[in-house]
């Protein structure tokens, strides 16, 4: 069965602080992805991954790091957490190929004080 | 730039009846993608469509594609309350010519009432 797991459903942070969101994916996928939702914005993505060590920007990825060492672990890193950075954070993965669906994770939905 | 339009927004619906969802979107793409969402949870994959004519099914829920008008309908049949959720479609871009990232509509926040 296809997992997808986020280190935390819940955090509450200060502003200032370094955050580490992680995603650990089961399937062997090679593509990574982080996205946001917020209320009437949908999701927007972050980051995505391709391949162990390899990053490309998504939509807005101002205020946001990457980390991919492993291919089955993705990291989003908030290098100084602001309000603005509250929100619902959801990382997907997906088999490369045409066709192949992402699979979300459960999301971590993430204060900042 | 591709874009992603899904309407309505808000749709509340009674037992029974049917409706359709629409999902329009900007520049050609071989891929469109639906989604369900609980209130809290995170996204289930509902269905793929490939190619231009596709349709599934799937219980009360039937999807369709046409790529030259670049419209995807969601149907619903008969609706009964246990499909209340918020329904994204999705298509696939592209950055840097490559691995084909999706972008999502706004989402339909559908609610079925007796």
């Given amino acids: ?98 066709g192949e669906t992402q699979y979300f994770g459960p999301g971590t939905r993430l204060l900042v004080l | 730039e591709l874009k992603v339009e899904q309407n309505p927004l808000f749709l509340s619906m009674q037992e029974g009846k049917n409706y359709t969802i629409y999902c329009n979107y900007s520049t050609t793409s071989d891929r469109l993608y639906w989604y369900r969402q609980d209130p809290g949870k995170s996204l289930e994959s509902l269905f793929v469509l490939l190619s231009n004519g596709a349709v599934k099914q799937e219980g009360r829920l039937m999807a369709s594609l046409d790529t030259k008008a670049r419209l995807s309908t969601l149907h619903i049949t008969a609706a009964v309350h246990d499909l209340s959720a918020t329904y994204f479609c999705a298509v696939r871009g592209y950055y840097g010519g490559s691995q084909g990232n999706l972008i999502f509509g706004k989402g339909t926040k559908l609610s079925v009432k007796p």
């Avoid at chain 1, 797991?5 to 370094?18: C, I, P």
């Avoid at chain 1, 992805?33 to 807005?60: A, C, N, T």
């Fill in chain 1, 1 to 98: 069965d296809v997992k997808v797991t986020q280190s935390s459903r819940y955090l509450v942070k200060r502003t200032g602080e370094k955050v580490f969101l992680e995603c650990v994916q089961d399937m062997d996928h090679e593509n990574m992805f982080w996205y946001r939702q917020d209320p009437g914005l949908g999701l927007r993505l972050i980051y995505f991954s391709y391949d162990v060590k390899m990053k490309e920007k998504g939509d807005i990825p101002e205020g946001y790091s990457v980390s991919r060492e492993k291919k089955e672990r993705f990291s989003l890193i908030l290098e100084s957490a602001s309000t603005n950075q509250t929100s619902m954070y959801l990382c997907a993965s997906r088999a490369p190929g045409g």
